[in-house]
């Protein structure tokens, strides 16, 4: 954090304690109970007169943050503020309201609003106006913390994990199974991730960044779990997006931190043995018929995406089961899977280095960091973590021949702050995921694929549109 940002951040507290502790006074209470934590916010509690057990709801992640705004709607009505803007400013702008009404001698401690006989003393009756405006400011900030506490809907926009998820299906992914994730660019627009619609601007506002927080969760992220996790490559030009709002991707976890991953022949291995393969995944398959055409009806049926070669030569983009099907037909003469071959360099595959001959089908090995892990760092080992040490974890990295600088001296190994993940498409050959920008940080882990609730097909006819066998189907 900038020094400038650090002031900013004393200046609101100082404001915000002094202010506290004028009001206290003006209640009858000692100010010093300002300023120590937890505590003073159960004298709040006492002042509002709600309930003990109130307090402990607010220890309760989530929860917690609404019942504290209602105890600060309360706590101002208690001083005599009742209008919209003064709420917001208890529950939004405390460093700035309560040093005014603190200061302010014709502000004065009333009662607790929120006993029946503060009520009756001092009645006060909403205009139909303000009804409307409380109970819509109260479901979007119910539903921004749902969305971002504990459940969100999520939309599969892309092929990469056909079969298992299709285009149009729609998803619950929980926030709860991996520990809800603090937002690090609080101020945003509501319910738009990166960019207004329509005007296209940004949706959220840098000025205030939180460090990275998760809360505690149900699970660890384990091997073959579907997860959705922020795009690492937003970091980058053009969008330079902060964690939180870089895109929404997900895949499917192959490795997880300290695991030694190998591609071969299109086969992962997760440290020597072969992963587990998912029941729908897809890869390209070469076949070859005895030139008679191919049932179009059956293959859109079954789903298969044909590339048409020559006259007698295709490529079936399937799975393993359907391309058993497909070689049982009598007009089938070969089915193959096709792999690309061992050195065969492909540039766009991480790390995108010559000296590693790597391809979609040909890969590895390499270790997946874990928090905790220290790496020699070498010309072997340089090209495959500098990425994770610079950006994600945000060193200076300077580098001379094989020799780095971290952060203005001679590094010859790196610790690393926290656990990165392998992310892998199912569908194989259409999916754009860790072969190509490599690993995926802890931080921008969003949560775990739940369900499907909905499924859309697109093409479907006008009665055909809902795939009615999908809808409540778990993800495995």
């Given at each position: 954090m900038e020094l400038g940002s650090i002031l900013i951040a004393i200046l609101f507290i100082v404001a915000y304690l002094a202010g506290l502790w004028k009001l206290f006074e003006k209640a009858g209470r000692p100010g010093w109970e300002a300023l120590i934590p937890i505590y003073n916010t159960y004298v709040i509690v006492k002042l509002t007169g709600r309930p003990l057990w109130w307090f402990f709801l607010m220890l309760i992640p989530v929860i917690g943050f609404i019942v504290a705004i209602g105890i600060m709607v309360d706590f101002a009505k208690s001083y005599g503020k009742y209008t919209f803007w003064q709420h917001v400013g208890a529950v939004v702008l405390p460093f700035i309201a309560f040093p005014i009404w603190g200061f302010d001698k014709e502000t004065r401690y009333l009662g607790q609003s929120a006993t029946e006989e503060f009520k009756e003393k001092y009645p006060y009756k909403k205009s139909t106006t303000r009804e409307w405006a409380d109970a819509i400011v109260f479901a979007v900030v119910a539903a921004t913390l749902i969305r971002s506490f504990l459940l969100e809907a999520y939309t599969i926009p892309t092929g990469s994990m056909e079969k298992s998820l299709l285009i149009g299906d729609f998803l619950f992914v929980s926030k709860v199974n991996y520990g809800p994730r603090v937002p690090m660019t609080p101020v945003a627009f509501p319910f738009a991730h990166h960019t207004m619609p329509i005007i296209g601007t940004k949706a959220y506002w840098e000025g205030i960044k939180l460090d990275y927080y998760r809360l505690p969760g149900l699970e660890p992220i384990e091997r073959n779990d579907v997860v959705v996790f922020n795009y690492p490559m937003d970091a980058d030009e053009p969008f330079n997006r902060p964690v939180d709002k870089r895109e929404n991707y997900i895949k499917r976890c192959l490795a997880i931190g300290g695991d030694t991953l190998r591609i071969i022949n299109a086969q992962v291995y997760v440290n020597g043995q072969p992963a587990e393969k998912p029941e729908f995944a897809q890869k390209l398959y070469y076949v070859k018929s005895d030139g008679t055409d191919f049932n179009l009806d059956k293959l859109r049926e079954m789903n298969i995406d044909?590339?048409?070669?020559?006259?007698?030569?295709?490529?079936?983009?399937?799975?393993?089961?359907?391309?058993?099907?497909?070689?049982?037909?009598?007009?089938?003469?070969?089915?193959?899977?096709?792999?690309?071959?061992?050195?065969?360099?492909?540039?766009?595959?991480?790390?995108?280095?010559?000296?590693?001959?790597?391809?979609?089908?040909?890969?590895?090995?390499?270790?997946?960091?874990?928090?905790?892990?220290?790496?020699?760092?070498?010309?072997?080992?340089?090209?495959?973590?500098?990425?994770?040490?610079?950006?994600?974890?945000?060193?200076?990295?300077?580098?001379?021949?094989?020799?780095?600088?971290?952060n203005g001296k001679v590094a010859n190994s790196y610790t690393f702050k926290q656990n990165y993940y392998w992310m892998m498409g199912d569908n194989r050959d259409n999916s754009l995921d860790s072969r190509f920008w490599g690993f995926v940080p802890e931080d921008h882990i969003v949560g775990k694929a739940l369900f499907i609730w909905m499924s859309w097909d697109t093409n479907g006819e006008f009665l055909g549109k809902i795939r009615w066998n999908r809808l409540f189907k778990g993800i495995h």
């Open positions: 044909v590339h048409h070669s020559t006259a007698d030569e295709y490529y079936f983009n399937m799975t393993s089961q359907e391309a058993e099907e497909v070689k049982s037909w009598p007009i089938v003469k070969e089915v193959r899977q096709r792999n690309q071959e061992e050195l065969f360099y492909d540039p766009e595959i991480f790390p995108h280095n010559p000296n590693f001959k790597w391809n979609a089908d040909s890969f590895g090995p390499v270790i997946v960091p874990a928090k905790g892990w220290t790496v020699k760092l070498d010309s072997t080992t340089i090209p495959l973590y500098r990425r994770a040490i610079e950006v994600y974890e945000g060193n200076k990295v300077e580098q001379s021949g094989a020799q780095l600088m971290i």
